[in-house]
């Protein structure tokens, strides 16, 4: 398994640079996400995973949320091919659509709840 806690200084920047341009959608999400408030699990955003700067993880539930704008529609093989990576590192990624965040967030959250408690490692 390939070495992920090392970040490359470009990849750090771009993951600044998506944190201070969030889209609307990934800023209102993460009011939600922050602070433990879904299943009491810490969320961090646009977070580095290997090469990929994911839009948000749980890393203790090994749970990747991504929201997905317009420009999705046209690189399905990359997304695509991303995922899979992502789960062969042991990930489990969910995506939504903006309009889905933007317009139901509180089944949005339902959705990544349900995943958190399917994930979550019961204490020693």
Known sequence: MKDLSRINPTT???????????????????????????????????????TFIVDFACLEAA???????GQHADQKEYDTARTAWLERQGFRVVRFWNSEVLTNLEGVREVIERELLSRSRPPP
Do not use: C, Y
């Not at 955003?45 to 290997?50: A, I």
């Open 12 to 50: 750090k920047r771009n993951t600044r640079a998506l944190r201070r341009d969030m889209s609307d959608a990934e800023r209102l999400l993460w009011q939600h996400l922050r602070r433990r408030q879904v299943a009491g699990q810490r969320f961090r955003r646009q977070h580095p995973v290997g």
């Open 63 to 69: 749970l990747i949320v991504e929201v997905d704008g």
